[in-house]
Each structure stands twice: as C-alpha cells, then as structure tokens.
C-alpha cells in the first residue's frame, strides 16, 4: 500500500521561502514509473494541484497561480519529491499535499492522501 508523507511546511513572512518533501513509498513498481503532484487545499476551499512532474523528471507543469515561484522536483533514487516554493504570499496558506498515478501522464490523484503539511504565510 502506498503511504506518503509531507514535511517541510511552517509559517512565514510574505516573500518568504520554503521547500516542501513528499516521502513516498510502497510502490509495486520502479517509483520512477509514477507521475507525482503537490495539491494544497485551503479552508473552505476544494482541493487545487498545484504542480506536477513526470516519473523521469523531465517534464513538470504548474498552476497559473505558482508560475515562477514554485519548482516541483524528485529524487527517483531517495523516492522523493519536492516543492520548492518562493515569494510566498497570504493566499498560498494552505495544507500541502503530494499523490501521484502511474504512468507519466498526469490523471489525478490514485493514491490514499497522507496528512499533509501546512503551509501559513503571514506576517
């Protein structure tokens, strides 16, 4: 069964910076043969991906919203993925998520959701 879990979230200032960590495991396959995604999730908002990334890590797409702040990455070998996130403002406040799919095509989320990290920007 796939387990994940997110670290790496605080609270911090307005154009402040952090970098989130999704620690994955119980893939029946090579973790490189998954496409994984950051979701966040405000109150009393549905759940939003927020970036994705390709199994291989060469191809990765963001929302409009995080363009140019937030760079999604993984370590195929640590079955790690990452969010770095900068110039961060009040409206990315949030719980942070990661899931993913097989394949390298991104079809939403297939994997149970760990607990998540939470993400406050405020000053």
């Known amino acids: 069964q796939v387990k994940l879990v997110e670290s790496g979230g605080g609270l911090v200032q307005p154009g402040g910076s952090l970098r989130l960590s999704c620690a994955a495991s119980?893939?029946?396959?090579?973790?490189?043969?998954?496409?994984m995604s950051w979701y966040r999730q405000a109150p009393g908002k549905e759940r939003e991906l927020v970036a994705f990334?390709?199994?291989?890590?060469?191809?990765?797409n963001r929302a409009d919203s995080v363009q140019d702040r937030f760079t999604i990455s993984r370590d195929n070998a640590k079955n790690m993925v990452y969010l770095q996130m900068h110039s961060l403002k009040p409206e990315d406040t949030a719980t942070y998520y990661c899931?993913?799919?097989?394949?390298?095509?991104?079809?939403?989320?297939?994997?149970?959701w760990g607990q998540g990290t939470q993400v406050t920007v405020s000053s």
């Open positions: 899931n993913g799919n097989s394949g390298d095509d991104y079809t939403g989320p297939r994997f149970a």
């Open positions: 119980g893939f029946i396959f090579s973790f490189s043969n998954y496409a």
């Open positions: 990334i390709t199994g291989a890590g060469r191809s990765t």
